[in-house]
């Protein structure tokens, strides 16, 4: 976004928490689970429709888009980041064989060919819930990014999901965190924070501190690889260290150079093995 369009953005919610407090936080929390779309390019919906079965499904309302590849016994499920869509896994779809794997992936709500403009933790973990519950057979579920947070977060929610192995690739540690860069970018005042903190309590339950990649993988039981790179700028290398602590069964592979999408085909030919 243009610089001077988001700091107008934050001075009209600054402004709002002091004439309608009550309208500035609800304002400020939906600015905050509002992922912007990004339009897919071309190549990229040429490689989606060329999936085995493209289907829908309804979720608060909400038509969910969804691919499968394969008709393997060993199912997987794919879940993208903050502002992605199922295109992000075309190296991994690519080399998993599909006599032997029988692979979903969602696009999240807001994003890719998804209906709706909102997404949250409690909300992302919700479909999620909502897919393992009508496909409760699923071998593994690969995760990028904000994906592997909400995963995780299920997992602490329903402990005893059937699946047997699970990837974290370049987890974000806390929602606080996005609050810190949603304050700075925007320039809100403290009076607007505390007004979004108060309306997130208030409609999650749950204050933004709660929710902490380290205190939901304690949950984890099963087995998992954590994928991250040591300058990862978009989500803190600390997170992998954190879950690695307090996960019995996970491996850690760190990478260097990377950055946040980790692209390479060592890495995919690792998370292939681990399948």
Known sequence: MNKIFVRSIGLYLNTLAIVAPKIAGKKGFELFC????IKMKPHQLEFLQKADEQ???TYHDKKVQGYRW???EKK???????????YWWRYVINRLPKEEFTI?????PGHGLSEGDFLNLPHYSGLIEQF????PSLHAILTHSFGGFAAVYTFHRIPNLPISKLVIMAAPGEVGY?????????GLSKRMIELTHQYFLQTIGHPPSYFKMKEFAKSLTIDGLIIHDKEDKEA????ALDMIEVWPKAKLITTEGLGHNLKSKELVEEVALFL
Do not use: C, E, I, M
């Not at 509002?34 to 779309?37: K, T």
């Not at 979903?104 to 999240?108: I, P």
């Not at 393992?132 to 496909?135: F, V």
């Open 34 to 37: 509002w992922p912007r779309r």
């Open 55 to 57: 289907f829908t499904l």
């Open 70 to 72: 394969g008709n393997g």
């Open 76 to 86: 997987v499920l794919l879940l993208h980041g903050w502002q992605s869509h199922s």
């Open 104 to 108: 979903y992936s969602l696009d999240a």
């Open 132 to 135: 393992l519950t009508n496909h």
């Open 178 to 186: 996005f609050f810190n860069y949603y304050q700075k970018v925007l």
């Open 236 to 239: 803190p290398y600390k997170t």
